[in-house]
């Protein structure tokens, strides 16, 4: 899991409240956060690997739609993914090896490897999840910029470098004021341990107040945008702003149940670690919910990489394709029917193709004046099967309905 105490732990004079959470029951609570972070690793993988059937077609020629919040969704799932990762080595390691951990002591503090291996495995792990929160704040301004400002595609690289330089600078900041003079020998006391809290909370905390206020005014917006449109909110419009508030609820529902866990477990381990004992018998309700949500952590922090995919995508099944015979094929087709035979020439590729033209043009026309509407809508579908872009195709396309009819029947008529 992805808690700045086992960061702490790193240190041989460790403070006593991490010495006790840290060393209860290490076996079990290896044995949990590896089984959560194995299993969230390979469903999340199955969910963003490629399908053979795909995603929902919206239609034979579906319209364009804004790339930079799927790069995003796409950004955050690989950074969950490699958080888990993280999770998987480290706590396998300590389960093969359970030498390295009775290794970092204030007794045992001549080996050197065992503490690298605590801090570069407790970082990856720290970057991966900050990042994953940086991302996950950008994605809420994203979708607010895009609906309110019908602005296109996103400066994705802006994006890139406020979430890794902040990443990587807080992270690197926190550690090296956590392991201050050096590793072996940790400067004690409750002030030097705050900054390091800080920087690895600080994101955490951004995305539970800020991404829920940047929801509401997005779902504010879509609702103006929609009325807007053509001056009347029909029930497809309703169904359409509901259906979009579905999916910021669970992207924020998924986000606290996987961290919220942790800020209650880290409040109760300040607690007890401003006590003189912390194994009065005064505090043993304390200790039992610090442990309590010390396991909670465990399992629910690395299932956020696979829980997430779920809020971003839905269930996209497990009929992974992992050849690119299919694609190749698709691409010859459309190679094949884009470019003309000179020796004879194909009636049903002609038809078909003065009907993708026409169809072309019937989508010009019709985006004309409502293009910065599409992208504003189209943004908030992007990895989904089911959000707001079914409805927006349906209501976009209804004008042409009929040309995609007539385009059929000459397509049987040719053939006939």
């Given amino acids: ?92 390691v300590w389960l093969g090896l359970p030498n390295i951990i009775d290794s970092i002591s204030v007794t045992n503090n001549t080996e050197v490897w065992p503490e690298v291996f605590c801090v570069g495995s407790a970082m990856w792990i720290q970057l991966f999840f900050s990042a994953s929160f940086w991302w996950t704040f950008c994605y809420a301004v994203d979708v607010f910029l895009v609906v309110k400002t019908s602005a296109g595609i996103s400066t994705i690289i802006l994006y890139h470098m406020i979430t890794w330089g902040l990443a990587v600078l807080l992270c690197v900041e926190g550690v090296a004021m956590l392991y201050y003079p050096s590793i072996s020998d940790c400067e004690q006391g409750l002030q030097h341990a705050i900054p390091h809290y800080v920087t690895t909370y600080a994101p955490m905390l951004l995305v539970l107040v800020a991404n829920p206020v940047f929801f509401n ?28 508030k579905i999916r910021f609820f669970k992207i924020m529902l998924v986000f606290f149940i996987c961290w919220v866990p942790n800020i209650i477990n880290e409040s109760l381990l300040f607690y007890l670690e401003m006590q003189t004992d912390i194994n009065d018998s005064g505090f043993r309700d304390v200790r039992n919910a610090a442990l309590t949500t010390w396991f909670i952590m465990g399992i629910l922090n690395p299932m956020q990489a696979f829980l997430n995919t779920l809020a971003f995508h839905g269930w996209t099944g497990f009929d992974v394709d992992l050849s690119l015979r299919q694609r190749r094929e698709l691409a010859w087709d459309s190679v094949s029917t884009s470019v003309p035979n000179a020796a004879s020439h194909n009636p049903i590729a002609g038809t078909t193709l003065l009907y993708q033209s026409h169809v072309q043009e019937a989508q010009k026309s019709m985006m004309g004046n409502g293009q910065q509407h599409s992208d504003a809508l189209s943004v908030l579908s992007e990895g989904s099967e089911s959000s707001t872009v079914e409805i927006h195709i349906s209501s976009e396309l209804r004008d042409y309905e009929d040309v995609d009819a007539d385009g059929e029947s000459l397509e049987n008529s040719v053939r006939h």
Avoid: H, W
């Avoid at 089984?35 to 929902?56: M, V, W």
């Avoid at 103006?224 to 359409?240: D, V």
């Fill in 217 to 244: 005014r997005t779902i504010s917006a879509v609702t103006s945008l929609l009325k807007g449109r053509q001056g009347i909110y029909t029930e497809n419009e309703r169904k359409l702003a509901n259906e979009i």
């Fill in 1 to 92: 899991m992805a808690s700045p105490r086992l960061e702490t732990f790193c240190c041989p004079n460790r403070d006593s409240a991490t010495e006790f959470v840290v060393t209860f029951q290490p076996v079990l609570f290896g044995a949990l956060t590896l089984g959560s972070a194995a299993l969230s690793l390979i469903f999340a993988l199955l969910q963003i690997l490629p399908k053979r059937k795909g995603y929902r077609r919206l239609g034979q020629y579906p319209l364009p739609r804004p790339a930079s919040s799927s790069r995003i969704l796409f950004i955050i799932s690989i950074c969950d993914i490699l958080g888990c990762a993280g999770i998987i080595v480290r706590s396998s």
